[in-house]
């Protein structure tokens, strides 16, 4: 089995250089937030990092594609931004002068950065390989002070192989568990930071996120549920984003006695794929909405490496070998393979009854 070292450290050294970056953001007041079509934000910690690691990646890999979130449109006609977000890029760099070859030095201009933003433009799709960004995911929770994740995964053939997650508020202590705090509040972030990675066949890690060369890692794994009662279960803070209705019904026929742990982003694979939750509910609010690649991808290998299972609401594995969106599936349900079956069940009934 491929074992894509040359990728995951590529991948690894491009989200710690990136949140470098999204973290000077994190600490400033004027986050440069403007309004997506969808009414959405996003920042200028999201379009640097989304440069950052496009560069980064076309540099080692010329030939792959990238399906990232963001576009640079915004920014060719908004003049003030566009140079906030060059001084922001210009200025990140590891401290580690051999990791920072690895990813082929810094963006050369301006020009030049706003083209590996929009070199992020693929369909995607079941042919090749293409790299599946989320330079910022959980933009909402990155402007509130909660937690957010920087997402980059490698797709080969619509097949996930590489997924890395760094989470810079969340502890590095893979043991600690999480409370009803571990989504809110995050304001004091010195400190913290976990990166997350997985490769296919070669099992999830965590080591500490860093600003220079990689930290020492060490294996991840789900922790057993033996009573489902007792477990802890993540949702999203957006209740515009997955159902807290529905979720809070599944918990309750599941047994479920903890109030839900709340928290923004990726973070929630990474949280329950080192045991410190057991399992993630995201469960529709529109029949139509379709989930983004970028925002499951790496947390989806990420999980099931570490000995989880991850499915929609019908029980189907997510297909990312779509296009950028997850069109073939409706939700997701992550939990450990021994009571994912369960879980799943209540998920069904639940939606069953609302017919
Ligand atoms: N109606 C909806 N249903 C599900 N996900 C949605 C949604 N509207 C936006 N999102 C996605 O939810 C992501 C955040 O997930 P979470 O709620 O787990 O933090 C957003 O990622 P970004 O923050 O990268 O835009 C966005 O892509
Ligand atoms: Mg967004
Ligand atoms: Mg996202
Ligand atoms: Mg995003």
Known sequence: MASYSKELEVAQLAVQRAAILTK?????????TIS?????????????????IIHAVKKNFPEDQVVGEEEASSLRDNQKLRDQIWALVNGTKLSDSEAEKVLGGPIESMDAMLDAIDAGNSAGGNKGRIWALDPIDGTKGFL????????????????VKVGVLGCPNLPVDDSAPLTAESGIDQT???????LFSAVSGHG???RPLGIAGLGKSQPIQMKEVKDLGQATFCESVE???????????????????????RMDSQAKYGSIARGAGDIYLRLPVRADYQE?????????LIVREAGGEVTDTLGRRLDFSKGRTLA???????????????????????????K
């Not at 000077?24 to 440069?32: I, Q, T």
């Not at 004091?188 to 976990?194: H, L, P, R």
């Not at 983004?292 to 989806?300: E, V, Y």
């Open 188 to 194: 004091d972030a010195e400190g913290k930071g976990v």
């Open 239 to 261: 209740a515009g984003h997955s159902s807290h209705g529905d979720q809070f019904e599944i918990a309750n026929k599941l047994g479920v006695t903890k109030p839900s742990v």
């Open 204 to 206: 999830a890690t965590s």
């Open 292 to 300: 983004k690649i970028w925002d499951h991808a790496a947390g989806d």
């Open 36 to 52: 997506k079509d969808d009414a959405s934000p996003v920042t200028i910690g999201d379009f640097g990092a989304q440069a950052l």
């Open 328 to 354: 073939e599936n409706k939700g997701v349900v992550a939990a450990p393979v021994a009571v994912h079956g369960q879980v799943l069940s209540a998920v069904k009934e639940v939606l069953a009854a609302k």
């Open 144 to 159: 509130r002070g909660g937690q957010y994740a920087v997402c980059l995964a490698l797709m080969v053939d619509g097949d």
């Open 24 to 32: 000077k953001v994190f600490h400033e007041k004027a986050k440069g």
